[in-house]
Structures are given as structure tokens and as C-alpha cells.
């Protein structure tokens, strides 16, 4: 019996900002979630990452390997690496997770295979992050949205005019 060929295992690409690092991981990728810790929130700038988690064995360095930092926290026993000349964050890894290598959603240029689901140290968000409040274009902004004003709720309104009126 003639064996078939090998199909294709189709790939998902990233790369840093100035493209001297490229990564690529077999598609689909295991999971994808949204980091809300403080740790995560200050290695990106940002009020929370996501992140396309992968197995080590399906993950490949393909150009710039000598290019790659890391910062290891060893109190938490993890390890973020980010490219030297422009800084992207890359790939983080957990040492509860030893198989596993996490890289931000944002550097792929291509589909992972996942969707982002989960929500891990959510109780870290801080108070000013976006949560889903109703938005609408900033009149004479037409790229620019910002939260409708709250309607109050009777009782609140009540309070509100109680407390500031007098009555």
C-alpha cells in the first residue's frame, strides 16, 4: 500500500516591530488568553496582554535568535524575552508551564488558530480599564470614540438632588 503524502502543517508567523526577530508556531495554537497581572501589564505597557500559548516542541526561532533578550524573574520563577533592538516583547515563559512558551498575540501577522477566552489575574486589573462601557463617536474625530455620560437611575437621581439641593 503507497502512503500518503505528508500534508503541510500549516503555520502561524510573528515578528518584533523592526523584523529582526521572526517566530513561527504549527497552527492551530493551543490556547489564548488575556493576562491582566500587574507583571504583564508593565513588561507591555498596556493595561493587559494577550497571549497565544503554544507547546516548546511546535515553537521555532526562525531569524534572530542572537537577537533575543531575557529578564527572568526568578522570585516567580518566570522568563520574558523581547528583541534588543526595538524592545517588542516575545515570548514568556512560566516555570509552572515548563512545556508550554507563551508569545503576544499583537507580533503575529498571521491567524493562530485560537481565540483569546480566558481572563487570568483579573482581579489585578486596574480600575481605569476599559469594561465594556457604551461608546460613540467624538463628533469631528471620525477615527475617535469615547464613553456616552451614564444615565442616572431615578433613585440616584433622587439622592444626588437630595444630597446637593437640600432635600
Given at each position: 500500500?503507497?502512503?500518503?503524502?505528508k500534508e503541510k502543517i500549516s503555520v502561524a508567523k510573528a515578528r518584533c516591530a523592526c523584523g529582526a526577530v521572526r517566530l513561527e508556531i504549527d497552527h492551530p495554537a493551543f490556547w489564548a488568553w488575556h493576562d491582566h497581572s500587574e507583571a504583564s501589564r508593565r513588561a507591555h505597557g498596556a493595561a493587559y496582554a494577550t497571549y497565544v500559548g503554544s507547546w516548546k516542541s511546535r515553537f521555532r526561532v526562525m531569524k534572530g535568535a542572537t537577537n533575543i533578550r531575557h529578564f527572568e524573574d526568578k522570585a516567580a520563577g518566570n522568563r520574558r524575552s523581547f528583541c534588543a533592538t526595538c524592545g517588542t516583547p516575545l515570548i514568556y515563559e512560566r516555570a509552572c508551564a515548563p512545556k508550554w512558551i507563551n508569545i503576544p498575540r499583537a507580533i503575529f501577522e498571521t491567524?493562530?488558530?485560537r481565540e483569546p477566552r480566558y481572563h487570568l489575574h483579573i482581579e489585578e486589573a486596574p480600575e481605569w480599564v476599559y469594561r465594556g462601557e457604551p461608546l460613540g463617536p467624538l463628533k469631528g474625530y471620525a477615527s475617535v470614540m469615547c464613553e456616552r455620560a451614564r444615565r442616572r437611575k431615578p433613585a440616584e437621581l433622587a439622592g444626588f438632588q437630595a444630597k446637593n439641593f437640600g432635600m
Open positions: 500500500m503507497a502512503q500518503k503524502p491567524r493562530t488558530g
